[in-house]
């Protein structure tokens, strides 16, 4: 019977060091994204478009300055969305500030398009 728990351990470690191994194999993957980034005290996010999941956002300070000008020049009340499209990667939860309240976060490598937001914004095309 011990001999069935150690090999059950063992197979759950195997299993667990893999979907950790995958997780970051997403994460590097740089791609396009769409939906809709917010910001204001303690929130700097991206919600991609349909879908209920919020990201914390990173990038340069260049870029990061550029987004909140943008949002406070685009917006009319705290914590409005604003339409965002960009190059970029997901990566793993954060582990403490602000962030960790969200899904994971997301590196914005570079803006295509930020506007306020319209009808039609997240549909398939």
């Given at each position: 019977m011990q001999r069935l728990k150690n090999y059950v351990v063992v197979i759950s470690f195997v299993l667990l060091l893999q979907a950790c191994n995958t997780q970051a194999d997403v994460s590097n993957?740089?791609?396009?994204?769409?939906?809709y980034y917010v910001y204001g005290v303690e929130v700097n996010v991206f919600q991609p478009c349909n879908k209920k999941d919020t990201y914390w956002v990173t990038g340069s300070e260049k870029l990061l300055s550029h987004l909140v000008n943008t949002h406070e020049k685009l917006t009319t009340k705290p914590y409005e969305n604003i339409f965002i499209k960009f190059t970029g990667s997901y990566s793993?939860?954060?582990?403490?500030g602000f962030a960790i309240d969200y899904e994971g976060q997301v590196k914005i490598d570079k803006?295509?398009?930020l506007r306020k937001v319209s009808?039609?914004?997240c549909t398939a095309s």
């Open positions: 993957k740089t791609s396009t994204h769409a939906g793993a939860k954060a582990l403490d803006v295509l398009e009808a039609g914004d």
